[in-house]
Every structure is written in C-alpha cells, then in structure tokens.
C-alpha cells in the first residue's frame, strides 16, 4: 500500500515559471490536503477538498491553485512561482470525519 | 497571539531520562487534539491522540487540561530513537482543519 505518493521529490524552479506538483493517494479518502513547512513557521494549509469535485482555501493561498477532479488526485499549481513559495510542501489525506491526516514523503521546491 | 503555541527546544536528554512537553492553545471551543512526530526531512505522522481522560501508550503519555488550554506529552525511558520533533496539533470547531504547532525538538544523546 503506497498510502500518498507526491512528485516529485525536489525541484529548482526559476521564478516566473509555471509548476505543478502531484499528489496521489489510494487510500480512497475523501479528503486532501496541501501545506507548506517553513522553518520557525510550521506547517501551514494552503488548499484542501473535502470531496472530489470541491476544495477551499486555507490559510495561506495566494499563488497557488488546486482541482480534485476525482478521490485519488490533488494536484497544487504554482501559476508563476515567486522566491517565497520556497518551501517545503506536503499533501495530506484523511478520512470522511477524520481529523487524523496521512502524509506524503514531501515536496522540496527551491524558487530561484 | 497564534493558535498554538510550544516551546522549540531542543529539549536535549541523556538516554531513559523522563522528559515532557507542553503546548498552548488559544482557542477554548477546540475540539480534537493530537501530538505528531516528525523526523528530521520527513513528513509529520501521528504519534497519538489525546483525550479529556489522558491517554498512555507505551511510553508515552498525553493530557488535555482544558481549563488551562494546554496538552502536554510525557516520554519515560528516552530512546535515542525519539529524536524527533514534536508537533501539538489542535483541530477547532467545523471542518477537520488541523493546526499545527511548530514543534518541539528533542535529541537523546547515549
């Protein structure tokens, strides 16, 4: 069981561009999750969904956008990167009323 | 002031030593809390819930005072495995939005 598989792994981006990182779970739950990690300021949400077919923003979600599709793909897009979205990111899951959440293994993404 | 708040640490322990944490929260109708483990480079996972009632898992121990609005988590018998962060997460009314403290490092030392 793979459980919430993110791509890729790290990335150097030059700002300007346009990035889209992957996540993808099998665990069939119903909602996903996206934070970003930085140093002294903990993990942060940006966007999640609750089902497929909706989502909503977090705390911080300016320069990014997100779509479900369907239960398994939660994709976040960076629309033209920018050095402060330097960060850490993962996506999370979890189950309906769950307020457990599993993460993935993480995104490190350099804007340069 | 943020919703929740711990102590960074490090908090640094010889091996079997007892050590706790605390953690703060500032919003009192709060409804779920949690500690998370996290290792250094990796992703966040669930160390153990904590009731009302206190809870104990093996060596560790969690708490709630809701009075007082904090959660505290106590190991015995340090392992050198438990380096780790510990990240106090708090989950207020409606939609499971988790908040994350920023975490607690501790380092056992042989």
């Known amino acids: 069981i793979a459980g919430i598989t993110q791509a890729p792994t790290s990335q150097i981006l030059a700002a300007g561009r346009r990035m889209t990182l992957r996540c993808t779970q099998d665990?069939?739950?119903?909602?996903m999750y996206w934070y970003r990690q930085d140093l002294g300021l903990g993990l942060r949400l940006i966007h999640y969904s609750n089902t497929a077919g909706t989502t909503g923003k977090g705390e911080v979600p300016d320069g990014y956008s997100v779509s479900r599709a369907n239960t398994d793909d939660f994709p976040l897009t960076l629309a033209s990167a920018v050095p402060s979205q330097t960060s850490v990111y993962f996506c999370?899951?979890?189950?309906?009323?769950?307020?457990?959440?599993?993460f993935g293994a993480g995104t490190r993404l350099s804007v340069l | 002031r943020k919703e929740v708040e711990q102590d960074p640490g490090p908090f640094n322990v010889p091996e079997g030593a007892t050590v706790a944490f605390n953690c703060t929260y500032s919003n009192s109708a709060s409804q779920s809390f949690f500690w998370y483990r996290q290792d250094c480079r990796k992703e966040p996972k669930l160390l153990m819930s904590v009731y009302s009632s206190g809870n104990e898992d093996g060596r560790f121990t969690a708490q709630l005072n809701r009075a007082s609005q904090y959660i505290s988590l106590l190991i015995r018998d340090s392992k050198l495995s438990d380096s780790a962060t510990y990240l106090c997460v708090v989950t207020p009314t409606g939609f499971q939005k988790l908040v994350f403290g920023t975490g607690t490092r501790l380092l056992v030392s042989p």
């Open positions: 665990m069939r739950h119903n909602a």
């Open positions: 999370a899951s979890s189950d309906r009323g769950g307020n457990i959440q599993y």
